[in-house]
């Protein structure tokens, strides 16, 4: 059988084994003189690792799903050229799972006093920040016998942003603001809004709208039309507690209470609305205030990329106190939490009454589908247990949602894939009759 590379050589060079591929120092002293020579004439022939240069460059931020390229620059200032083999090791979120060695690993030669370029492409799984850890260099001798080997620390981050997954739903959104704004024929009314112009009365039209003097000026029934306010105020509070670690489907709910509150600063900055946003459990997480509409979308996503569950209960009178000091006009408060019994009735309700009085309150709860497919399901004992466990837990739901709409709150419940396009919806209503 015909021998290639470090095998033939060693076969050639003395008595050697041909599996042996990588010997060690035992072995080469038990091996003839001419195998000892060339392998340490092959260590020292090696480019050295520790004085390479090493910089980094690419992409800072990356939304939730998507690539992002991080490339590093190798200068070798030695004589010799670099015949090496690269690891650009990062966290094992930074890649789908299974290909994080084949991603971070690499081949190159550089010459004597050149530089050269590789580029690790990531593909991270979670959100956050994401460091980059050590690069570990091997550097090969000209016949690939010995190598020299170290490692360096280049330091380079990068944030992984929510994937506002809900962005699909913005352009009809936005054509239903643009009817409630006036911009289309379709014009409405609300209390609270400002007027916009008169037209003839057509059946249908709240009676309420006539304006009776120009009536009396014309032949026809004219009414008032009337365009939303602007720049009002509407703050999102993040219940970031122990109940938004629990996850329905893939994800946290946590993860999809972001979605939601993403597209509906994007839709209330569109509205001419100003948008803050405020994270709380047990202490203040992330507070986003006083941005222009065009920064206020970048700077919610950038504050929300860091943000995790705490396994910690959240302190409702901690969270109701922020949240007045933090908007100390009438506002409309936007709270994405649990609709769970006993957090309600233990934590909210008995400060409820602090957020009503002052402001519009908007909750917003992410419910599980599972809970519905397992209260339609029959056909064995088993089934029926389940299906009678989930009614229960559905009723307890309805009813605390029920008490917090006595207590004057609107309230969205929808699974993650709904809840989105519900909140902005219930805001949309809520502009409509002109409560903003």
Known sequence: MALTGRAALLAALGSVPVGIWEPSWTGILAVNA???????????????VGRLGLTRSGDTSVR??????????VTNPSRRTLKAQLRDAWPPSSWQPGTDV????????????ERRRVTTRLRPTRRGDRQADRVTIRSYGPLGLFTRQG???VPWTIRVLPPFTSRKHLPSKLARLRELDGRTSVLTRGEGTEFDSLREYVP????RSIDWRATARQSAVAVRTWRPERDRHILVVL?????????????????????????????????????????????????????????????????????????????????????????????LIVLLTTLDAAPVEEGLLPVLPQLTQR???LLASVSDPHVSRMAASRGNTEAVYEAAAAAQAQSERHRTAEQLRRHGVTVVD?????????????????????RL
């Open 34 to 48: 001419p195998l000892a020579v060339a392998c340490v004439c092959d260590f020292a022939l090696a480019a050295p």
């Open 64 to 73: 939730l799903g998507d690539t992002a390229d991080v490339t590093l620059t």
């Open 102 to 113: 084949q991603a971070s690993r690499h081949r190159l030669t550089v010459p004597a006093g």
């Open 151 to 153: 490692t360096h620390k």
């Open 204 to 207: 249908g039209d709240d009676t």
């Open 239 to 331: 219940d970031t507690g122990r109940t938004s670690a629990g996850r329905v489907g893939d994800i946290p709910r946590l993860d999809a209470s972001l979605d939601a509150a993403l597209l509906l600063a994007a839709l209330a900055s569109r509205a001419g609305d100003r948008v803050d946003l405020l994270a709380y459990d047990r202490r203040v997480r992330a507070l986003v205030q006083g941005r222009t509409a065009r920064d206020v979308l970048p700077s919610l996503v950038n504050a929300m990329a860091t943000l995790e569950p705490e396994l910690v209960e959240t302190d409702a009178r901690g969270l109701t106190a922020t949240a007045l000091r933090t908007t100390p006009r009438r506002s």
């Open 359 to 361: 402001h519009t309150v």
């Open 414 to 434: 929808a699974t993650p894939d709904e809840l989105a396009p519900a909140l902005a919806d219930a805001y949309l209503a809520l502009k409509t009759a002109g």
